[in-house]
């Protein structure tokens, strides 16, 4: 039975690079100058530490361009709140999306289900898992789920025929 994963998963590996890229720019543009500006990636979160809110944005902005170069989606990006850290610093942390959250994925579900399209979608950890009889039909669901979440970027992988 023809089936796919929808899934919602970074380039790890490119995130690396962008915010090794990023920490290069900080470290020899003028503006970033004597202060404790820095970034760095933890896992599936980056940390940014900065002097105030505006220079956590300059951060951000350097980090956003340095992704969207390496070809990562932005919206994989979930950045939080900024909070202050002692002294003069600034903190925000901004975690990598890895997997579709549970919310999502019954959105999915219930999207499938309520199309016309003869499919059915089962949930999977954090993938939702969709098969259906033919070929055009698969790809007609995908086609729905595309137009549908554009919150997210979600990706189709392990096609099977």
């Known amino acids: 039975m023809p089936s796919f994963d929808t899934v919602l998963e970074a380039d790890l590996v490119k995130v690396k690079n962008a915010v090794e890229n990023t920490t290069k720019e900080i470290n020899t543009r003028f503006d970033f100058k004597g202060t404790p500006a820095s970034i760095e990636l933890k896992d599936k979160e980056i940390i940014l530490i900065g002097n105030s809110d505006f220079q956590i944005d300059q951060i951000n902005d350097v980090l956003r361009n340095k992704l969207t170069k390496a070809g990562v989606d932005v919206r994989y990006l979930d950045a939080g709140k900024i909070e202050k850290i002692g002294g003069d ?23 499938i289900k309520g199309s016309k399209v003869k499919v059915q979608a089962a949930i999977q950890d954090d993938k939702v898992r969709v098969t259906g009889a033919k070929r055009d039909d698969l790809q007609a669901a995908m086609a729905l789920i595309k137009a549908d979440n554009s919150d997210f970027p979600l990706g189709f992988n392990n096609f099977r025929d």
């Open 89 to 111: 610093k600034v903190k925000q942390v901004a975690k990598v999306r890895n997997g579709i959250e549970t919310e999502l994925a019954k959105k999915i579900q219930v999207l």
